[in-house]
């Protein structure tokens, strides 16, 4: 594990770059060597990405939800952590970045009262049943996943469409009812509609 005070260079999804002054969030990545095949790898940033959510749900009054793939989202839609994976097989390295006591404009933070380290020793809690349970992890993701059953918009390089979020796979492929059928969405943006 390597957990950082602050971030200049960091990178989210599809290279872009996200910062956090020093002090402000909880900046940590997990080294894990799950033995899952390939096509379920990606359970290990379902399980950051629970773990996180369980941990901010035990120290404060907010009650987070994951949006696909891999964001926690307030109820008010207000971003409060990303988490993001590198594999080099066997081992993957998941990141989290957690806004705790600052956040950029749009998004959210846990406010002053929640320390850093107990947040922490939370999620790496948390995180460690997880891993002894890899086969709960789908369905405790399905039930924490707020992109389901909403209106969604899927930016994919080469075309965007619309539709409800319908499931999950155990994949981690998110089913899109674009009306007369369901579109598989491996990888994208999806940006939730009101």
Same mark, same amino acid.
């Given at each position: 594990?390597?957990?950082a005070d602050h971030q200049? *260079? ?8 996200? #910062? /956090?002054?020093?002090?402000? *969030?909880?900046?940590?990545?997990? &080294? ?6 390939? @096509?379920?790898? !990606?359970?290990?940033? /379902? ?10 749900? #035990? ?6 939800? %994951? +949006? ?10 207000? +971003? ?5 994976? #590198? ?8 990141? %989290? ?28 809690? $948390?995180?460690? *049943?997880?891993? @002894? @349970?890899? /086969? ?18 899927? #930016?994919?390089? @080469? ?6 979020? /319908? ?5 981690? !492929?998110? &089913?899109?009812?674009v009306g007369m059928c &369901?579109r598989t969405v491996a *990888?994208?943006?999806?940006? $939730?509609?009101?």
């Amino acid at each position: 594990m390597a957990v950082a005070d602050h971030q200049t *260079a960091g990178r989210g999804r599809l290279g872009r770059n996200w #910062e /956090a002054p020093p002090g402000a *969030a909880l900046l940590c990545s997990v &080294l894990l060597r799950p033995a899952l095949p390939v @096509d379920r790898l !990606h359970l290990a940033v /379902a399980a950051v990405a629970l773990a996180g959510m369980s941990a901010v749900t #035990e120290l404060s009054a907010l009650r987070p939800g %994951i +949006k696909w793939p891999n964001d926690l989202l307030l109820p008010d839609g207000r +971003k409060l952590a990303g988490v993001l994976a #590198e594999a080099e097989l066997p081992a993957v390295v998941v990141g %989290i970045g957690l806004n705790v006591s600052w956040a950029p404009p749009g998004a959210a933070c846990l406010g002053e009262g929640v320390s850093r380290d107990e947040l922490l020793d939370s999620l790496l809690e $948390h995180l460690g *049943a997880l891993v @002894d @349970d890899w /086969a709960a992890v789908p369905s405790l993701y399905r039930r924490a996943c707020v992109t389901l059953g909403q209106a969604v918009r899927v #930016e994919l390089p @080469d075309e965007t469409f619309t539709g409800v979020a /319908a499931d999950v796979t155990d994949e981690g !492929h998110l &089913l899109v009812d674009v009306g007369m059928c &369901l579109r598989t969405v491996a *990888a994208g943006d999806v940006v $939730h509609l009101r």
